[in-house]
């Protein structure tokens, strides 16, 4: 019965690195959504599963930011070459049934802040 | 393009006093409507929707009204509690995407 559950709540990484964020959504629910939100900002859409398939990424902001559902729960999102401007409040979200329909509301994680120095 | 502008903040009040934060949206067609709230510490939670115009959500006392002609989703709280200090998001999903957009959030300080 937990929740939607990030790790790690806090990543620092230096300019240029590799991160891997991940994200357990609740059980059972089959839509996975990734946020990201900047201070004084609300969250920016990134990228949308439905079970394994991404069905819209078109948040994603240029090809270093890449994200995985292999087996339609857990999720990674991936940054390559880390920039300064991606640090922000990296959000997590689930719900039970796919988006626009009734079963579509979103239970969203704590987040992960990322700071690239 | 498609965009929410809601209140800035910090809205500042005492408790009991009426809350209103002013939500407005530009979308094509006919787009849901939320408030979503984040108290310090806590996760962002669905506070309340409407779906089509002239509905109205309500939850925990809070209300907000879909209205078209306005394109407008003010949130309002008859009596504020020390509670319900948050930060407030506004935000709309329109056919086709159903993602919501984000507005900028409005902080809610309510005071003893």
């Known amino acids: 019965g937990a929740g939607v559950s990030q790790t790690p709540s806090n990543k620092v990484t230096e300019k240029g690195k590799y991160v891997e964020l991940r994200c357990d959504p609740i059980s059972g629910h089959t839509a996975l959504y990734w946020y990201r939100q900047s201070l004084g900002q609300g969250p920016e859409f990134l990228i949308y599963f439905q079970g394994t398939g991404a069905a819209d990424d078109s948040g994603l902001p240029n090809d270093r930011f890449f994200a995985v559902r292999p087996e339609g729960s857990v999720s990674t999102l991936k940054i390559q070459r880390t920039e300064r401007g991606d640090s922000a409040v990296y959000l997590c979200a689930s719900s039970l049934g796919p988006a626009g329909v009734g079963t579509d509301t979103q239970y969203f994680g704590p987040g992960t802040r990322l700071t690239v120095l | 393009g498609d965009s929410v502008t809601q209140m800035e903040g910090p809205v500042t009040l005492s408790e009991e006093a009426f809350l209103t934060i002013n939500c407005t949206y530009t979308?094509?067609?006919?787009?849901?409507l939320f408030w979503y709230v984040q108290y310090p510490g806590e996760g962002l939670q669905l506070l309340l929707k409407a779906t089509k115009a002239d509905d109205k959500g309500s939850n925990k006392g809070f209300e907000a009204t879909y209205r078209k002609e306005t394109t407008s989703f003010h949130l309002e709280k008859g009596s504020v509690q020390v509670s319900d200090s948050a930060v407030y998001f506004c935000a709309f999903a329109s056919g086709g995407s159903y993602i919501p957009t984000f507005g900028r959030g409005t902080s809610l300080i309510v005071h003893p």
């Open positions: 979308a094509t067609g006919y787009p849901s």
